[in-house]
């Protein structure tokens, strides 16, 4: 039994694809047409697919759907000369694995073949819904802390402060604090204070009286009173303008405010939960934010760690991420090889978990097979830095994180790029230090005259910058 057929009605294609899956030890069958195809399938079925669109009779489109409605799990590749944008969206919408454009590079399309084989053959162990899974997922330390903080507030009012970076999930820690508490079955609240233009926001906070300012044509309550006995999140509590701030203090003293043109004295139970990416001690020193005010937030502070600093969270996070896209897309749940999952690891993550979320989803929709590998990843990860992780003090960790990041992408001959860039580094700032004296900069690195000399023109340093 072949694993892959061609099919391709010209025959110098034809003998591309036997030359190279002959070479990759891939077993083949080839087809100048779809019905010889067609007829194959009384006798037996292969892995994997490859076909041409423009061929005598039926097209490969067709033959594309006749295949699916029969045998949905074989993965189909469909490849053309007339690319364009309708073709490939009715090649992907009628169940294609990959589009491919003519002319091509055969090594690459041998990739995706083996990508093809592998998501047949690996029926992953991932792939079950995972539905009993919380919305707040940690392994690592730094998330247990959290849930630890989560528990212990559980039969407590407190006030809390949520610092963290944006993206870490701190909407979700906030939203865990109310769940777990007895408010739990009133409304929780959210409001971004720094995404409402400051002449609104106190009336989205506060609510208005009909006629308070123009277009306020009906009394409006805000937020407060809507989480009234409840939970009220204010996320990037330290955008709020100064005037609120004191509005504010006043509100968490004593539970009572007016409507913006109100007269009536309202009344609220709620608790506060405030968040941001800043520090506040800061922004109090700077006079940018009241001390008595943050001193009234600051009543339990707990903080959202960076995902950098819980990376061996990243695979439970991805899985579950996967798996809340391929619900929501009603597609197949796709698994990361460990090559991925890996290169995550490494990376810096500069928009946390949030960032890992839009990464899976776009992963979900657009790699081509069901186990997503390094070549599948979306360009901008290339750009992406390494994590940070105790580099600070520590070049050798920073170096080896690059290393990897690097060997994970296929990259070859890095030694000698390294090696280059590295010996061109130490006589720059050699140099720089000597203020040019190449004597004396030889005599700090060790190394001859000569040597020196030698390596300034080999390296091609500039001398006069």
């Known amino acids: 039994m072949s694993q892959v057929w061609v099919l391709d009605d010209d025959k110098s294609i034809r003998w591309v694809f036997e030359k190279a899956l002959a070479k990759a030890n891939i077993s083949f069958e080839c087809f100048s047409n779809t019905n010889e195809a067609i007829n194959k399938f009384n006798h037996e079925k292969p892995q994997a697919i490859i076909s041409d669109i423009r061929m005598p009779g039926e ?25 364009d944008l309708d073709t490939a969206v009715t090649a992907f919408q009628k169940g294609a694995f990959e589009y491919i454009a003519k002319p091509f590079d055969i090594n690459k399309v041998i990739n995706i073949i083996n ?30 802390d959290v849930f630890r903080a989560i528990g212990r507030l559980s039969q407590s009012n407190a006030m809390v402060l949520l610092n963290g970076e ?19 079955n009133n409304e929780f609240i959210g409001i971004n204070t720094a995404a409402i233009p400051n002449d609104l926001l106190e009336a989205e906070l506060f609510g208005f009286e009909k006629g308070a300012f123009t277009g306020a044509n009906s009394q409006r309550k805000g937020k407060f009173e809507q989480a009234n006995q409840g939970t009220l999140f204010l996320d990037e509590i330290g955008d709020m303008p100064t005037d609120l701030q004191t509005r504010l203090l006043r509100v968490l003293s004593e539970g ?24 506040l001690e800061s922004l109090v020193k700077s006079g940018q934010f009241r001390e008595d005010l943050f001193h009234r937030l600051n009543v339990i502070r707990i903080k959202v760690p960076p995902l950098r600093e819980r990376v061996e969270d990243i695979p439970l996070l991805s899985q579950y991420f996967l798996n809340k896209s391929a619900k929501q897309l009603n597609v197949k749940l796709k698994s990361l090889s460990p090559e991925v999952i890996e290169y995550f690891k490494n990376l810096f993550w500069q928009g946390n978990v949030r960032q890992l979320e839009n990464i899976c989803h776009w992963l979900t929709v657009m790699a081509p097979g069901n186990v997503i590998n390094v070549s599948d990843l979306p360009a901008e990860l290339n750009s992406e830095p390494v994590s940070a992780g105790e580099s600070s003090s520590n070049w050798q960790e920073n170096l080896g994180r690059e290393v990897t990041k690097i060997l994970l992408t296929g990259e070859v001959d890095i030694f000698k790029d390294y090696t280059k860039n590295f010996e061109k580094e130490l006589i720059v700032q050699a140099l720089n230090y000597t203020k040019g004296r190449k004597v004396e900069a030889a005599k700090l690195l060790g190394i001859g005259r000569n040597t020196i000399t030698r390596k300034i023109k080999e390296l091609e340093i500039n001398l006069s910058r």
């Not at 944006?166 to 739990?184: F, M, Q, T």
């Not at 009572?256 to 520090?279: K, M, N, P, S």
């Open 256 to 279: 009572q405010f007016y409507r913006v043109g109100g007269q009536e004295l309202i009344t609220v139970d709620v608790r506060v939960i405030a968040a941001t990416h800043q520090d």
């Open 166 to 184: 944006s993206g870490s999930g701190k909407e979700l820690v906030a939203k865990a604090i109310h769940k777990n508490s007895h408010r739990k």
């Open 115 to 144: 990508q093809a084989l592998e998501s047949i053959s690996r029926k992953n162990d991932d792939g079950e819904m995972l539905d009993d899974l919380p919305e707040i997922i940690g392994q690592a330390k730094s998330m247990q």
């Open 59 to 83: 097209s490969g489109i067709e033959f594309l759907t006749k295949v699916k409605n029969k045998f949905p799990e074989i993965p189909i590749i469909i490849m053309t000369a007339y690319s």
